[in-house]
């Protein structure tokens, strides 16, 4: 999570047993910027992160990586572009790690429009690429992704100008064939869209305002 150290919000990492006893809580960071919305993931002996942290100007893509006993700590900031990015996720599949987030396509986030972004790096942290995946003039928040066999499909909600649709995508492991669908167009804007794939179906969720209500939508559909 992250915790204010009475200036500036600092990652934090907690660990304890599976019956509830032996909490232990470290704060991993403690430089003089502000950090947000960590993401966590085990594999193996290790832990990976992700995070957004300010550069004192914009907000920057950051991961760490510890073994999973709490020592040899180690953080890396990914980008450098003077954009913000916001929510980033991850997902850790074999040997590499599959990421996206929302960035800004100006320096000026009120006049910019948010854009979906991926990127992938070895598990070592070697390799980092990242790739813009959208440039059409409307907001883009919150891409959700998963790895399902030689494919990674995303979720995200988009703005069609009035209201926010569900929007997914589904592209090659390699980065290839990066293929985005518009899935909604009701007049009732969509939030928070996840998503999970079980065998051959892709299952998601999201909630819409309704005006004096805010109902919870599901769909289905097969794994292209």
């Known amino acids: 999570w992250n915790e204010s150290d009475g200036k500036y919000r600092q990652i934090f990492t907690a660990e304890m047993n599976i019956d509830g006893t032996g909490w232990k809580a470290t704060q991993q960071t403690s430089s003089p910027f502000d950090k947000f919305e960590p993401q966590l993931q085990v594999a193996g002996e290790k832990t990976y992160l992700v995070w957004r942290e300010l550069d ?3 907000f920057q893509i950051w991961t760490g990586l510890m073994n999973r006993d709490g020592t040899a700590w180690q953080a890396v900031k990914r980008t450098n572009s003077p954009y913000d990015k916001h929510n980033p996720q991850f997902q850790i599949n074999g040997e590499r790690i599959y990421f996206s987030w ?9 006049k ?18 990242a790739t813009q995946r959208t440039a059409s003039p409307f907001d883009k928040y919150t891409p959700q992704l998963q790895v399902s066999g030689d494919k990674i499909n995303y979720v995200w909600e988009q703005s069609d100008g009035i209201h926010r649709q569900i929007w997914t995508a589904v592209m090659n492991r390699d980065g290839t064939g990066w293929k985005a669908e518009k899935r909604t167009k009701s007049s009732f804007g969509k939030y928070d ?7 051959a179906k892709i299952y998601y969720v999201w909630h819409e305002d309704h005006g004096q209500t805010e109902p919870i939508w599901v769909a289905e559909e097969s794994v292209k």
């Not at 910019?112 to 070697?126: D, F, L, R, S």
């Open 102 to 110: 929302h960035e800004a396509d100006g320096p000026d986030w009120r």
């Open 112 to 129: 910019a429009k948010y854009q979906i972004w991926t990127a992938e790096m070895n598990v070592n942290g070697k390799g980092w690429q």
């Open 193 to 199: 869209p996840q998503f999970q794939i079980v065998g």
């Open 56 to 58: 004192g100007a914009h």
